[in-house]
Nanobody
Framework: QVQLVESGGGLVQAGDSLRLSCAAS????????MGWFRQAPGKEREFVAY????????SYADSVKGRFTISRDNAKNTVYLQMNSLKPDDTAVYYC??????????????????WGQGTQVTVSS
């Protein structure tokens, strides 16, 4: 079992930055990949960013490309999401997720095996 705990969310103004962290504990930290997703009220959970185990492969949703950066520190069992130039449309609960094999496509939630509880990000205009 892997436990994931997100932190770093908050209330900011448009144009501000936040850095989310996701700390893993329990069974071995993912050696496949980690993803960030978000869910706004009344909407489905959507893909935000992905990184493989070594961090040399990353992928982003078009809506955040150029503004968000995903990274990981395997020594600390932590994955990060640096969010710059935040917009009101970025308001959502942000979740990190742990992928333990290569089944499925990392863009979709069913490719992940463990999820954190989420952290709220609110961007005011």
């Amino acid at each position: 079992q892997v436990q994931l705990v997100e932190s770093g969310g908050g209330l900011v103004q448009a144009g501000d930055s936040l850095r989310l962290s996701c700390a893993a504990s329990g069974r071995t930290f993912s050696r496949v990949g980690m993803g960030w997703f978000r869910q706004a009220p009344g909407k489905e959970r959507e893909f935000v960013a992905y990184t493989n185990w070594s961090g040399d492969i990353t992928s982003y949703a078009d809506s955040v490309k150029g503004r968000f950066t995903i990274s990981r520190d395997n020594a600390k069992n932590t994955v990060y999401l640096q969010m710059n130039s935040l917009k009101p449309d970025d308001t959502a609960v942000y979740y990190c997720a742990d992928r333990h094999d290569y089944s499925g496509n990392y863009y979709y939630t069913d490719a992940y095996h463990y999820w954190g509880q989420g952290t709220q990000v609110t961007v005011s205009s």
